[in-house]
């Protein structure tokens, strides 16, 4: 057997598992980010941001659908928002400045669209309120 088809078989069981785990920690690096957008932790912006202003929408966005997240709750329908968030910010934000990512400081803002776009495909996971949910209506009985 090759080298790659024992990784496979010994890593492909894991997958569902480390899917939580990308989602968890996605969710609370967005957490983080809207927090400091809204109540200043960990730290503050640079300067304060109305609540009703692009900005305070995104931290809005940002703090609900990073706790979500977190919890594997409602996960596809807050990935698929916060994908937008993060294709809405980059055209915005980054791209007037250049085209390139490198360039524009736009990386993190295409990494986060496309991974919040993965989990609107994949789910949550196995660790998640959303297959802890989806378990429970398969076991219940039915009338």
Not at 4 to 18: G, H, N, Q, T, V
Not at 30 to 39: A, D, Q, R, T
Not at 42 to 49: F, N
């Amino acid at each position: 057997m090759s080298l790659e088809a024992r990784l496979s078989a010994a890593l492909s069981p894991l997958a569902p598992y480390l899917l939580s785990v990308l989602r968890l920690v996605a969710g609370l690096l967005f957490l983080e980010h809207g927090l400091m957008k809204l109540i200043g932790f960990p730290a503050p912006m640079r300067m304060p941001i109305p609540l009703f202003s692009l900005l305070g929408a995104a931290g809005v966005i940002e703090t609900f659908g990073g706790l979500l997240l977190v919890l594997g709750l409602f996960t596809r329908p807050a990935a698929f928002i916060m994908s937008g968030e993060m294709a809405f910010a980059y055209f915005l934000e980054h791209f007037p400045h250049s085209f390139f990512p490198a360039l524009n400081s736009g990386d993190a803002a295409v990494l986060f669209c496309f991974l919040y776009l993965y989990l609107v495909f994949a789910g949550g996971g196995d660790w998640s309120v959303d297959a802890m949910m989806e378990a429970k209506k398969r076991s219940a009985p039915a009338f």
